[in-house]
């Protein structure tokens, strides 16, 4: 297979990544009024259409700034890459060797937040259309690049795209692993609601989809809460009245991957101040990244077990409140699964209220699409893993006929949704001529 890639692609897609790092495009608005997601997520949508008016394409503002698009090429058939701008906040920015939204390279590596997810992959594929433009080939299918900006939230992006747009004949999502992804378990996020406390607060984690990676508790009891947590094997770290628990974040869909600040230190917590939510997330979740205690055993071969995320908690005088991830197998419907969570939870006065549901994916191995896509990853690497299942959730399941491919390598450590979080330049190339050969055969034979 060809070799697309040259050093022009190379300079000028680092320079491109570096324009949509430096823009903190964390969802900072509730999408009722424009910018729908914030300031930074609008900014990093025009930024994003800019780069591909430079590439040859015309583009498409959303007026209402929920989405983009940028097109090329003739023909009937439209083939799809599906994008995501936003990004999960930033964290503990105690941890980060370098500012997360400043790109820095060392040592072969970009640094920033979204390199990996999913703005490295998404200029990976955009400089990978522009090395198959310049090879001078001729397209005769359409290519549309899609840019949501609700991705790490509730996907109303995507919702309003599906309303208004053309539906393509097929495509992929650069938000993922290689080779190429054929089902996705389904995704359901829910918050349990109970009392508040006046003896005590709390407002710890960031996001549905992203493990806990540190959880504080701020009281004149903190030296006590400090030795439970030691008595229990607890990492954690006591300054003044302020008691930090270490866990270590993920992504959700690997739970079992972390550690879960939250859960640890309501275990501490519970021993000294009685609450149901306490109560509930000791003795029903505890260190279980799989539900076990409040669902049996859910798991299926095809993608596995159940992950389930303690993602937040917030305790005020009047409310509690925690947030949860669970990743579904896809032979397990979400509406088996909510009456045993809603019974868990009653039995300690706690109510539920789901967020967000988005039914799994599945696509053939054998179907056209995953085929060619496995074959281009095979040829191109060496490598014949052959197409796999995944926890994740990806824009693939909001239209038909779409898989997630890459641009994360099997033997990479992923560092999606975490501290000092970068992209091998060297990988990114390899993505990226990956996608020229799935961009050329996609569109071009």
Known sequence: MKNWITEKHQKESLAALK???????????DGTSFPPFGKAIEECLTEALTICEELGMTTYHDPAGFYGYADYGQGEELIAVLCHLDVVP????ALWETDPFQAVVKEGVMYGRGSQDDKGPTIAALYAFKAVVDSGVAFNKRIRFVFGTDEETLWRCMAHYNLKEEQPTKGFVPDSAFPVTYAEKGLLQAKLIGPGSTAFALACGDAFNVVPGNAQYQGQDAQLVSQKLAELGISQTLTDQTVTVNGKAVHSSAAGQGVNAVNQLATGLVQVHSHPMLQFLAEKVGTETNGFSIFGEVKDEMTGELTFNVATIKVTET??????DLRIPVSYPAADLVPLLEKAAAA????????????????PKESDLVQTLTTIYQNKTGDQTQPITSGGATYARTMKNMVAFGAHFPDTKSLAHQANEGISITEMVQAMDIYAEAIFQLCCN
């Open 348 to 363: 300690y006065g706690l109510t539920y209220e789901e967020f967000d549901h988005v039914p799994a994916l599945y696509v």
């Open 90 to 93: 930033a964290g503990d920015l």
């Open 319 to 324: 409310k509690s409140e925690i947030e949860l």
């Open 19 to 29: 324009r949509l790092i430096d823009i903190p495009s964390v969802n900072t608005a």
